[in-house]
Structures are given as structure tokens and as C-alpha cells.
């Protein structure tokens, strides 16, 4: 008898030869995606703050331009005004007064002055009333406009500000207790809302103070009106504690009745032209 033939039959193990790794690829996708998703929800709820950060690090990853977010620090915020830059503040600050369509008549009673250890801004009122009603603390359009231009300027750095109010030694002759104490904090928190709805933040606020006449700028004539003064300060941010100022800390005032800086250097004059005294 003939021999039968052998016949071998192969068999193919599994049925996932012909899908290979295909959905290896789908399952990464789909949780890259649902990750995506998770973020951007996350931005959504976080603060104005954290997405300004956000976005300025991605429009300037290399940390050279001067949006929220893309400094070195990556801090999220703008850098503190050093004391070399102060006077640019100072300069800035100027620029931004000339717009006063009133200058003429107030260059006279703004002072700037970049000391060792801040940049303290003087509004200093007359025997009218530069800044303020005659003996109120609401505040007039003069003042209104200057506050509001200064407070757009100073809420872009995050350097602490400090407020005081001061009048002369001429007692307050309204009804009641009310007295110059109450004068001058009152034109200081005045001054300070003022500034914190046109563009200071609440936290850029450090203290509101008024002193009554303890403080005058002419110790020679207490009654000169130049003593009803708002004092801005823009106090130094550094590392260093013995490089702070106390905010509110007045130089002591010479004989001649003008108050000088503590330090060597000093620089001082009102926006626009310089008058002779």
C-alpha cells in the first residue's frame, strides 16, 4: 500500500498580529488630551495674577521683556525699584504730571525728592487751597487729577507707599473736637482712596499717618501754609534691614525751615521748570 502523505498543520497564536501597537498610540493621545484638559481648567479658576504670569512667560520664555511672568525671578510680578532706579521713578513721575493742563499753577507746590532711603513726594497746599478745600479733606479737581495720574504710575511697581497727612500750627476752628489731628488723617486716607481706585493696589499701602503740626516743614513761620502738606513716600525694597527706612521716618528739617534727606546726595525740584525762590 502506498504511504499516506503527511500533512503538517501551523497554527497562528493570537489574533493581535494584524493590530499591532496601534492602540498604544490612541491610549497616549487620549490622556494627553484629557491632561490638557485638566490645565486649562485649572487656569480658568486661578487667579488674574497667575494667568498674566502664565502668558508673559510663554510670550518671553527668555525672560527679557517687561510683562508679568517673564522675569528671572519668575516671580510673577515686576521687579522692586532698586535705589539706582528711584530717580527714573522720580523722572517717570514728572513726565506724567505734565499732563496737568494746570501745571503752571501747581509746579510750585509739588516736590520730589530721591533720598537715601526713598522717594518721598510733597503736595504742599497754599493760604487757597492747592490740593484740598480750605480746611476739609475732600479733595478739589486739582487734586483729583494729580492723585490719579501718580496712583497709575506708582501701582505698576511693587515697592510699599506710605501716606501722611500735616497741617500748620494754626488751631482748627471747626465745631466740635474735631482738630488738626483729625485734619490731616483724614486728607491722608483721603489721598490714599483716592490713589487705590485709580490704579494702587491695597496691598501696596503700608501705613496712612497724620501728624498734625508735629512735623512742620518751616519751623521758622509754623503758620506758613506750606506746613498743610500729603506726604507719598516710596519706600526702598532691598534685603537688607539696616538699608530700610521706618516708613513715615522724616529727615530732621535745617534752620531755614527746609527739610533735608538723610545721606549725602540729594535730589530735589518740582516738575517743569525750576522757579528762583
Not at 501722611?164 to 490714599?192: M, Q, V
Request: glycine content about 10%; charged content about 25%; cysteine-free.
Amino acid at each position: 500500500m502506498p504511504t499516506p502523505p503527511i500533512i503538517i498543520i501551523k497554527k497562528k497564536g493570537g489574533h493581535g498580529g494584524h493590530h499591532g501597537g496601534a492602540w498604544k498610540v490612541a491610549y497616549a493621545d487620549f490622556v494627553t488630551a484629557m491632561m490638557a484638559l485638566f490645565i486649562v481648567l485649572w487656569l480658568m479658576s486661578s487667579s488674574k495674577q497667575t494667568q498674566l504670569a502664565i502668558s508673559g512667560y510663554f510670550k518671553d520664555p527668555s525672560g527679557t521683556g517687561n510683562k508679568l511672568g517673564s522675569t528671572v525671578a519668575g516671580t510673577g510680578e515686576a521687579p522692586p525699584v532698586p535705589k539706582q532706579d528711584m530717580a527714573k521713578l522720580k523722572d517717570q513721575l514728572q513726565k506724567t504730571i505734565q499732563k496737568i493742563n494746570d501745571l503752571d499753577k501747581l509746579k510750585k507746590n509739588i516736590e520730589m525728592t530721591v533720598t537715601a532711603e526713598d522717594l518721598r513726594i510733597e503736595l504742599l497746599e497754599s493760604e487757597k487751597g492747592t490740593f484740598f478745600e480750605s480746611g476739609s479733606s475732600k479733595l478739589n479737581n486739582s487734586g483729583q487729577e494729580l492723585l490719579t495720574l501718580m496712583a497709575a504710575e506708582l501701582g505698576k511697581v511693587p515697592n510699599h507707599i506710605s501716606v501722611e497727612g500735616h497741617t500748620d500750627a494754626k488751631p482748627f476752628t471747626g465745631a466740635g473736637n474735631y482738630s488738626n489731628w483729625e485734619l490731616s488723617a483724614d486728607r491722608a486716607n483721603a489721598a490714599r482712596r483716592l490713589m487705590q481706585l485709580a490704579g494702587l493696589r491695597g496691598d501696596q499701602v503700608s501705613q496712612v499717618r497724620g501728624f498734625a503740626d508735629q512735623r512742620l516743614r518751616n519751623l521758622k513761620d509754623p503758620l506758613d501754609p506750606a506746613n498743610r502738606r500729603i506726604s507719598i513716600i516710596v519706600q526702598y525694597m532691598s534685603g537688607s534691614a539696616a538699608e530700610t527706612q521706618p516708613p513715615g521716618a522724616d529727615a530732621k528739617a535745617p534752620e531755614d525751615g527746609k527739610p533735608s534727606a538723610a545721606g549725602p546726595k540729594v535730589e530735589s525740584e518740582t516738575p517743569g521748570k525750576k522757579d528762583a525762590k
